[in-house]
Structure formats: structure tokens, C-alpha cells
């Protein structure tokens, strides 16, 4: 018979390269493993046709993955013109095909509309709950539900290469962007039609793809050489402020107390005793501190840039 895996509390942020044909629950299901952790969790799907970044909380880290969710991202995609498929990329079945006779002046006048603040319907094959159930459950079964159009913003779109049918661009967008989307959206405005053929996140937030590592270079590490390739687990709010407390303020908030705090600006901040532990995440509205989210345990971590 054989033995579960004893799994640990492992605290931290990987900067996972995911590879395609793995899903990032997937892939998350990897890292659980190949950390021995008990728990851990994504900051934003990357399905299976894409790869690149995904960073990815262990332990504590999970209750900060918000500031990422909400973060920016940048990616490198590939357009097939000429070819509009059931799920607006290369998995699914083609729906029509057209001859693509375009040159590089026409895509270069039909980029630019896509910049800025741009509205976009949700794809049906996307996780979006309606009743309970995603959206693509209903998809699988030949049905088509009305979406409501969103507001995103492409903050860039950048032409990398352009040959024949295939167009490849760089694109940096706000959360709630499918690419997918944007690439028959595309196809639409150049009136050829276009699935996404191939996508690679480069960046989210702060965090770039050159920095992550992959799963086959992980699975050469033992368990101590993966767990010290961790970042700290105040890592994806590290956009915030710090702001160190007294002990005495540090207690009242651990206790769900607010913190009255003079000549301080309205923000939201990474909170650290005064030894230079991290223990959570706080706001501070008219000179009053409260906490948003706080570690179930007392970890110091080492942020001593943040804190020189």
C-alpha cells in the first residue's frame, strides 16, 4: 500500500514559466508536489494553448494573489488571419476560411484602434459563471448565451512580425483582455476574419517571464534548492509602501482593532513589526490604520530592500 505524500506548510511566491498543454490548475497541482506544500494557488488563468509566466502563492502568500488579479499583463501573441475557428483559437474546429491578401500598411492603420479604452464581448468558451455553470459548459453543449460587452484597456499593441498570414504582436492590457478576442477582433476590423494561434504571457505586474523557472528544471532540484528559489510572500503586494508599527499597534491590529496613525497618507500599505516581519496588509483612511489581510502566523521574511 502505498503512503500520501506528507505536505507542508510552505510559505512563498514561484515565478512558474508554465508549458503548454497544461492547464494552470494543472500546473498548480505540479508545484503542490514538487514543493511538498499544502497549499497554493494561481494569480490569473493561463490556458492550456498559452504559456509563459505564472506566478504562483504557497501557503500565506495565497491570501495577497488579489494585487496581481488586478495587475497589468503583457503578451506575445500570434494571429492566424484568414481563419475563424469555434473558440477564437487554434483548438478549436474552423469555422471559415478566407484567402489573406493584406499588406503591412493595412494592418499598421487598423492596429491604433485597438489602443486605448475598447469594449469587448466575453468569448462563450471562457470561465464566466451564469447560473453557477462557466460559460464554456454551455458552449460544449451547442448553446449560446448573450454576453455583455466589458471595458478593458490596451495600454500598448506593438506589431513584432508580419508575414503572410501570420501576425504576431505585443500587446500590454488590463485585466479582463482575451486575447482571443482581440485577435478575431482584429481579424474582423482587417474583414479576413482570425483565431489566436499562439500565446505567451511576458509579464504580470511586476514580475517578468525572464525570472521564472520551469517545471523539467524544477524536477532537477531536490526540495531544499526548489524551496530557496522562493520570493517572500508579501512579494505580490510589493508594489505597496511599507509602514512599521510598534508592537503595541501591531497587537491591536492582530486583535481586529483599527490603529489611529498621525501624518500618514491615505493608502494602502505592506505592514512590518519593527524586527522587520512582514505580518500583513493594512489601509490608512483619514489617519486611521485598519487591516485588510493578515498571516494566521508571525513569519519573518526578508524584504530588507524595502526596509533600508
Do not use: W
Request: hydrophobic share 40%.
Amino acid at each position: 500500500m502505498k503512503l500520501a505524500q506528507t505536505r507542508d506548510v510552505v510559505d512563498g511566491v514561484l515565478l512558474l514559466n508554465k508549458p503548454r498543454g497544461l492547464s494552470s490548475q494543472q500546473a498548480v497541482g505540479c508545484i503542490k508536489r514538487l514543493f511538498s506544500a499544502k497549499k497554493a494557488g494561481h494569480t490569473g488563468t493561463l490556458d492550456p494553448l498559452a504559456d509563459g509566466l505564472l506566478p504562483i502563492g504557497l501557503g500565506e502568500a495565497t491570501k495577497f494573489t488579489q494585487f496581481l488579479l488586478d495587475a497589468d499583463k503583457t503578451y506575445l501573441a500570434t494571429i492566424a488571419l484568414g481563419a475563424v475557428t469555434t473558440t477564437g483559437d487554434a483548438e478549436g474546429e474552423v469555422l471559415k476560411e478566407r484567402l489573406v491578401d493584406l499588406s503591412r500598411e493595412q494592418i499598421d492603420q487598423v492596429i491604433p484602434k485597438f489602443i486605448g479604452a475598447i469594449t469587448q464581448v466575453p468569448p462563450m468558451y471562457s470561465a464566466i459563471k451564469l447560473n453557477g455553470k462557466p460559460l464554456y459548459t454551455y458552449a460544449r453543449n451547442g448553446q449560446s448565451i448573450d454576453r455583455e460587452s466589458r471595458s478593458i484597456f490596451i495600454n500598448s499593441l506593438e506589431v513584432i512580425d508580419f508575414i503572410g498570414s501570420s501576425l504576431t504582436v505585443r500587446v500590454s492590457c488590463s485585466k479582463g483582455t482575451y486575447i482571443r478576442v482581440l485577435a478575431e477582433d482584429i481579424g474582423d476590423a482587417l474583414q479576413c476574419g482570425a483565431h489566436l494561434a499562439s500565446l505567451t504571457r511576458e509579464q504580470a505586474g511586476q514580475f517578468r517571464l525572464s525570472d521564472a523557472i520551469g517545471i523539467d528544471e524544477l524536477e532537477r532540484l531536490d526540495l531544499a534548492a526548489r524551496r530557496a528559489l522562493l520570493k517572500p510572500l508579501d512579494s505580490f503586494a510589493d508594489t505597496l509602501p511599507v509602514l512599521k508599527l510598534v508592537d503595541a499597534d501591531k497587537s491591536r491590529l492582530l486583535k481586529g482593532q483599527s490603529v489611529t496613525i498621525e501624518q500618514i497618507i491615505n493608502s494602502q500599505y505592506r505592514l512590518f513589526g519593527l524586527n522587520g516581519e512582514f505580518f500583513g496588509v493594512g489601509a490608512v483612511l483619514d489617519g486611521v490604520l485598519s487591516a485588510q489581510r493578515l498571516l494566521n502566523t508571525q513569519l519573518s521574511i526578508k524584504s530588507l530592500k524595502e526596509l533600508e
